[in-house]
């Protein structure tokens, strides 16, 4: 029900004499395990959540009744057959498990909500929601791996780069099909069709995994793709992170450089009919189904596609295909670990971009420009003679003479290449298995100059959904925030990568760990980075280390991780526990995270990681403060004490919220020992840290290392040390995300202020100031001065490197003042920094518990703050005032305005305790308080 509805039903109980009170709440957005209505948990007791919305101030749920049924008639007669749990007293909305009948594959699952609010009114009935057990057992399959050798087609002499399989298999349907679910999964990439039509939205399925420790099956709801008689299922088969090209093991020379799990794409699917008379029918991949190669020569995820089009089967994924010719499938070696539903979200186009611009910087080699950088493919419309080969070329950036610039790529081909069949109406074309990096693509070999209509781009990501929204009255810093999101965009590709166009495009877990809550501000990655977390622990070494990268597809065993990269295990966990209260997490990795503590503690002595410690990976010692500017870097075992110290702190509060209280005591201990010692080892006698550079200042105060006393003295250190530097950053990929918080923490709002606002090189602006679209890898990844850095850089030059954008977590934290003071966003923490300079600002983010709004502007010395705190939330609001009476809230003196509990004056601010609602404070006079500096 709308909240109108719910107004009017308010109403008509007034007029009507009965004992029912007003419901006040509604309960909304339904989902399981992260996801709305999925079609296949394998999880026993999966989780639950809802928001609640409200009417009125102050807003509490005090109880909920769940209701799960096994068909939706129960479901609406209220019958809970599976699970009815009864009214029960909390105010939780979300990580609820399921708690009834034990649950089958396959298992339907209805379910809806009810809650009761502050005064013991109930409310409607949330709408219905729904959940579907996966196949639980293995037995629960009967579909057959199967593939097909393509090897030896290749025709590549520099790569392996075999044509793609297609798989068809055609059935007559018995009768009435009531419902019918595919579950299909491939090693490699699949595309499954229906009867002409591909199945879903999908691209890259089933992701990228371990593949010998598991893979995912996707599963679609595809009864309207089935009809009465003939029915012909296809798939199409490439390499993918299986049997593909992965990461930059060709530039390194690595001994292998593609199939790092296995040879040949493999498939497995299994279509579940059921027809109106009850009857069952499975059509399974088997030894019966046709194969054949055909128009995708090659399907790199790396290299490119090439589709000739005068191979086409038309029509080979419908019954009436004649496949006589095709050969029959092989059943085939399949997975060596297990089949798991896939419990992540899946990668779709997510926005289509029209070209803006056409040159013709070399003859006939046109660059089309899409205006911004993105990650995803382009939809190819063209016309011209059968035979014909059109070249697609992809990059980020143009030499000064207008060329493309594909040095960035390294050994990434990056090309797709489409032959005409010469078709008079025209053909289109959109690659199936590969994704590039780019804003400008080449098309070479047409005839004729191309009109803009001949592209658009696809932009491909993993659907994570939107959750935040950032403006401020600065339309640089609105570019840099939009920069930052769109560089997520082309990163949260399956797993959060680290770049989209050149040769690695891998899980790079510190860059992973440093960005992590700067994307939980802007999208839901909870389903996302829960997958990821799965690929990160299958790949933890032996020895406790958690890798440099995930999924890990080359080992090079005891070698490949660094601190600050495989803090990762630890942090990003942290993150989910933390943003989405997800103690299941925490528990299903706790001894994962352990054992990663205890490669620390075995490599300590006396407490502290002495130098040396790392010096068997490869860089010796980690990679420290990759890219940082400083003449004298900060050591590297400095940091990796800083995140010892940083994770042992995460795990005393994991271990506390997952019960287990000895633990939590016992990291503590070890805690304060090693913070003793580092103390000790790295603090000089004046109270500064000896390593005199920013990052050392920074992680140390951010990362919440020093006792009290101390945090004084290294914040002026840090100050000192910015302006030796004209105001300007050094720190690099581990340092500069700490920056700016620690500077605000320490009361340093201004000088945060004037080092976010620096426009020369190096600074977050300068990428604005020289035309960025997106987030850099390098600060001078492109300078006026020197192009794209020389030879020595022309490799490390990614243009879409999400790491520096981690300053948005900044942003929401401190400008608009977005934070929690418990996990899960039920105690919200409202604390902006307003200034004179960057505002008005507003942003909003959708937490678990539903949509939080700050939003400041200054009128004149007034300063008027918006804030939304959603229902069966409280927050602690802090508004800049010059005086407790000086705050109003709409017009009113606070002590007349309902949902406040508490307040009082701490130094320059009037801390408020509310309940949820919407509030207007203006604050007077405080204008000439706010710092302002110089607007960027
Ligand atoms: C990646 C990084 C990564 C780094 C390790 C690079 O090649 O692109 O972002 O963290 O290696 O230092």
């Known amino acids: 029900m709308r909240l109108s509805q719910l107004l009017f039903s308010c109403l008509l109980l007034l007029v009507l004499p009965s004992a029912l009170q007003c419901a006040t709440l509604e309960a909304n957005y339904l989902r399981c395990e992260y996801l709305v209505n999925p079609l296949a948990i394998e999880k026993a007791s999966p989780s639950l959540s809802w928001e609640v919305a409200a009417n009125s101030r102050a807003a509490v749920q005090t109880a909920y009744q769940i209701i799960v049924a096994s068909t939706p008639e129960g479901l609406s007669q209220n019958q809970g057959d599976l699970w009815d749990s009864g009214k029960t007293p909390t105010n939780r909305t979300n990580q609820i498990h399921y708690a009834g009948e034990g649950l089958t594959a396959r298992q339907d699952c209805y379910w809806k909500v009810r809650v009761w609010d502050e005064n013991g009114a109930v409310s409607d009935w949330s709408e219905s929601a729904y959940w579907r057990m996966g196949l639980l057992a293995s037995s629960d399959w009967q579909a057959h791996w199967i593939g097909f050798d393509n090897r030896r087609l290749n025709k590549n002499k520099e790569f392996q780069l075999p044509p793609s399989p297609y798989f068809r298999k055609t059935w007559t349907a018995k009768g009435k099909i009531k419902r019918a679910v595919l579950y299909s999964t491939a090693l490699g990439l699949y595309e499954a069709r229906i009867n002409g039509q591909k199945v879903g939205k999908d691209y890259f399925a089933p992701g990228w995994t371990d593949y010998n420790k598991r893979v995912y099956y996707q599963t679609y709801e595809v009864t309207q793709m089935l009809h009465s008689g003939d029915n012909a299922m296809g798939f199409i088969l490439a390499n993918g992170w299986y049997a593909g090209y992965t990461g930059y093991a060709v530039l ?54 090439s589709y000739d089009a005068r191979l086409a089967f038309d029509k080979w994924d419908e019954a009436d295909y004649d496949d006589t010719a095709w050969k029959v499938c092989r059943k085939m070696v399949g997975a060596m670990g297990k089949v ?48 014909t080969k059109i070249q697609l070329r992809y990059g980020e950036m143009l030499h000064p003479d207008g060329r493309l610039m594909t040095e960035n790529l390294r050994k990434a081909r990056a090309i797709d290449t489409y032959i005409l069949r010469g078709d008079e109406a025209g053909e289109t074309w959109i690659p199936k298995f590969t994704y590039h990096g780019f804003q400008y693509v080449e098309i070479s070999g047409l005839s004729e100059r191309p009109e803009k209509g001949m592209i658009t781009g696809l932009v491909l990501s993993s659907l994570t959904p939107q959750a935040g929204h950032f403006e401020s009255g600065n339309k ?22 680290d770049c989209p166009q050149r040769d690695e495009r891998m899980g790079w877990t510190g860059d992973a760990q440093i960005y992590m809550r700067t994307a939980t501000y802007n999208t839901d990655i909870a389903a996302f980075h829960r997958k990821w977390l799965v690929d990160l622990n299958d790949a933890q070494f032996g020895n406790g280390a958690y890798p440099n990268f995930a999924p890990l597809a080359f080992h090079r065993p005891n070698t490949m991780y660094s601190p600050g990269w495989m803090d990762a295990g630890i942090i990003c966990t942290y993150n989910i526990f933390k943003v989405y209260n997800d103690v299941d ?19 300590s002595s006396d407490s502290l990681l002495p130098d040396g410690a790392f010096d068997e990976v490869n860089p010796q010692g980690g990679y420290g403060d990759w890219l940082n500017q400083d003449k004298t870097p900060t050591s590297k075992m400095l940091m990796a004490n800083i995140y010892w110290l940083f994770d042992l702190r995460l795990m005393a509060e994991m271990a506390e919220a997952i019960g287990e209280k000895e633990d939590a005591k016992d990291y503590q201990i070890a805690y304060r ?8 080892k790295y603090m000089g006698g004046d109270g500064r840290l000896k390593e005199n550079t920013q990052t050392a200042c920074a992680m140390a105060l951010d990362l919440d290392v020093l006792p009290p006393s101390y945090k004084t003295t290294v914040a002026k250190q840090l100050l000192q040390l910015l302006e030796t530097n004209k105001g300007y950053l ?32 190096p600074s977050w602006l300068y990428e604005v100031v020289n035309g960025a679209t997106s987030i850099w890898e390098r600060w001078d990844s492109y300078t006026i001065e020197n192009g794209f850095g020389g030879e020595q850089n022309a490799g490390m030059n990614s243009f879409s490197h999400y790491a520096f954008g981690a300053v948005a977590e900044w942003m929401f934290r401190h400008l608009a003042g977005i934070d929690m003071l418990d996990s899960g966003y039920r105690k919200i923490m409202i604390h902006p920094e307003p200034n004179a300079t960057l505002g008005p600002v507003s942003a909003s983010y959708h937490s678990i518990n539903g949509e939080i709004k700050s939003a400041w502007s200054l009128k004149g010395e007034h300063l008027q703050l918006e804030v939304t705190i959603p229902a069966n939330t409280t927050a602690q609001i802090w508004i800049p005032a010059e005086g407790k009476d000086l705050v109003k809230e709409g017009n009113l003196p606070l002590s007349k305005v309902e949902g406040i509990s508490k307040q009082e004056m701490i130094g320059h601010y009037l801390v408020l305790e509310v309940g949820s609602g919407q509030y207007r404070f203006t604050s007077m006079g405080v204008g000439k308080s706010l710092p302002a500096v110089k607007a960027p």
């Open 476 to 497: 640089m810093i609105n570019q840099l925030y939009t920069n930052i999101v769109r560089t997520q965009k082309a990163n949260y590709l399956d797993v959060p990568t």
């Open 730 to 761: 050094t720190a690099g990929f581990l340092g500069a995300k700490h920056l700016l918080p620690a500077l605000s923490n320490a009361g340093y709002q201004k000088e945060a202020l004037e080092l976010f606002t620096k426009k020369g090189f």
């Open 340 to 387: 798991e539903a896939s419990p992540g979200v899946p990668v779709q186009v997510v926005e289509e971009i029209e070209p803006i611009a056409i040159t013709e910087p070399e003859k006939e080699k046109y660059i089309f420009n899409l205006g911004t950088n993105m990650a995803g493919i382009v939809q190819l419309r063209v016309k011209g003679k059968a035979g």
């Open 673 to 680: 020992k090693v913070q003793e010692a580092f103390l000790e």
């Open 585 to 603: 997490i925490v528990q299903q990795f706790y001894a994962n995270m352990q054992h990663q503590l205890e490669l620390y503690q075995t490599k």
């Open 252 to 305: 390194v020379r690595h001994p292998q450089t593609y199939a790092f799990y296995g040879e040949i794409p493999v498939l497995k699917a299994q279509l579940e009919i059921e027809y109106e008379n009850g009857e069952q029918e499975w059509i399974s991949s088997d030894s019966d189904w046709k194969v054949n190669t055909g128009p995708i020569l090659e399907a790199d995820l790396l290299m490119g596609e």
